[in-house]
């Protein structure tokens, strides 16, 4: 069996390391970086996570996610709209992600609740899947491209607007919900029980479920609400594949917490341990364009130096 090992922020230092990377050790995986095959992948692991599922171009991760936040089918377009707080630093915006505890369901439902009446002659609807998973319904097709969340976290929302023939649209949207959202913030100041306000609304991967099924490989492990909803939208199961979907270091990045992503990376270095001994063939995918190839005779090539895992963060940070 093949298996493919998909983990977000592999290749990124840990939250608080600053200008200088502490000395980090992972055996396994610095023998897989060391040693195995360097191959191109896609830039995204959404991409990837669509590939290995047998998805082309067109797939995005709104539907399949509404799905495992839901149990529906959507029969329409569906968009990801995450509350994000925004704030003015000088001449630009900066956008924030909030955290779980910052926003709590009764709050999420007061903000769908005036979009809702809002903007109802636009034909779009708000719907709370939880205090952090929002979901737009509108009734036209998108015509625009949105960048994901994670590559506008901590950046200025300039860079990162809609693009394509409802760009416009949608950047008015996106100012009137600013100020929908501030008035309403104002008004029930008193009752809101959120530490941080939701200043706005961040869409993105708009589009609808495929007409074709997909192919799940036969073990698929991860809480990840696209994984998920991949899974439920099945139509079978390819016994030569399966997907290991491992976020923990992606989340430890998001909470700036070294213990975790320290935890994280370790148990990466067990499960790598035991996979690159008994497993036919492995890929580990990174993200950036990125993915490592691994046979068990590749343990072999003792011409390759092993790296460190700090020395290859630094070096790879050098790069940037």
Known sequence: MIHHLLVPCLLEPPPTAGESTPVLRAPALELLL????????????????????????????????????????????VMQAAPVYLRADRDQLLLFELDEEQLSLADAEA?????????????????????????????????????????????????????????????????EIQMLFFQLAEKRENEMKSAVPVSGLWFSSAGTLPSERPVAPAEAEGDDCLLAGLKQYTAGTDVRHALHFLDGMERARRRQDDGAWQQALDDLGHRLDRLMSDADELY????????????????????????????ILAELEKGK
């Not at 047998?54 to 709104?62: C, E, I, S, W």
């Not at 799905?67 to 377009?77: C, H, P, Q, Y």
């Not at 998973?133 to 949105?146: M, T």
């Not at 490592?292 to 072999?300: E, I, V």
């Open 34 to 77: 060391s040693r195995g095959d360097q191959e191109p992948a896609a830039d995204r692991l959404e991409t990837t996570l669509f590939e290995l599922f047998g998805l082309g171009d067109g797939a995005v991760a709104a539907p399949f996610c509404w799905l495992a936040d839901s149990g529906e089918e959507a029969t329409g377009w």
């Open 111 to 175: 903000y769908a609740a005036v979009f809702n009446e809002h903007f109802a002659e636009d034909g779009l609807k708000l719907k709370i899947a939880s205090p952090l998973r929002w979901y737009l319904f509108p009734q036209r097709p998108v015509e625009a491209i949105f960048s994901p969340l994670s590559e506008v976290s901590g950046r200025s929302i300039a860079a990162f607007m809609p693009e394509g023939k409802d760009a416009a649209y949608w950047a008015w949207v996106a100012n």
């Open 284 to 311: 580990l995918y990174a993200g950036y364009g990125k993915a490592y190839h691994w046979k068990k005779h590749m343990k072999y090539r003792l011409w390759r130096s092993r790296q460190r895992f700090g020395s």
